[in-house]
């Protein structure tokens, strides 16, 4: 009787260890599969970086794209409804790149001056060195917006949070932010400066903090700074 029992235990447990043998495999597929999507996504990702290096911005097209890619156009737009979501994909890559950069040079500042101050200036520096970045965006400045500009749900603003939102609140906390205005309101207003410092290259990084200093903190802080 013992021995017919410990045949059926082993039995029982050799049909558990095949069922559970079983339900990975499935995983492994699914895994694989979810590489195998990523690994395309990225190489249709590259094949337009390379496009557009070669090209410039305005003159690359999906074929040009899909051909690099080495992907027909169908597989193309299983992935991107158009050459418009691709290349705010592409933004959105570059700009979580930027927010890091952003972020660690703020971990550095003691006050709130510096933080708006240090961290706009290379918001802004590491805009104009991303080339790519800078001719998409400035190809079509609408990317990223969607039919309500500057909702806090959108990926630019989600990724601006990331940056700013503890600025604010820190700033909050410390009685330096006026509190008739929202944190989403001082990103929102921040951001906006930004776009037009941005666009005035004659504009040295001094210059820009100066400008910074002089016209937006003031729109913030409890007592202007000095």
Not at 113 to 132: C, F, H, N, P
């Amino acid at each position: 009787m013992a021995l017919t029992s410990s045949t059926s235990a082993r039995a029982r447990k050799s049909s558990a260890g095949a069922r559970r043998s079983e339900a990975k495999v499935p995983a492994r597929e699914s895994a694989a599969k979810d590489a195998a999507v990523e690994a395309r996504e990225r190489a249709i990702k590259e094949a337009a970086l390379r496009c557009i290096r070669r090209h410039g911005v305005r003159k690359v097209a999906v074929e040009d794209i899909a051909i690099a890619a080495g992907v027909s156009r169908r597989t193309f737009y299983r992935f991107y409804t158009g050459r418009r979501a691709l290349m705010e994909a592409i933004v959105l890559d570059r700009l979580r790149v930027l927010a890091e950069g952003v972020k660690a040079v703020i971990r550095e500042c003691d006050d709130f001056e510096s933080r708006v101050v240090r961290g706009s200036v290379e918001t802004m520096r590491l805009a104009r060195a991303d080339k790519i970045y800078h001719d998409i965006v400035g190809e079509d400045n609408t990317l990223m917006f969607d039919e309500n500009p500057g909702s806090p749900d959108g990926p630019r603003e989600v990724l601006s949070t990331s940056i700013w939102a503890d600025v604010f609140e820190r700033a909050r906390e410390e009685g330096v932010l006026r509190p008739t205005i929202t944190n989403h309101e001082a990103q929102e207003w921040l951001i906006d400066a930004h776009r037009l410092l941005v666009m005035r290259e004659d504009l040295s990084e001094d210059e820009q903090a100066d400008r910074l200093r002089r016209f937006v903190l003031p729109a913030f802080m409890t007592t202007p700074p000095a």
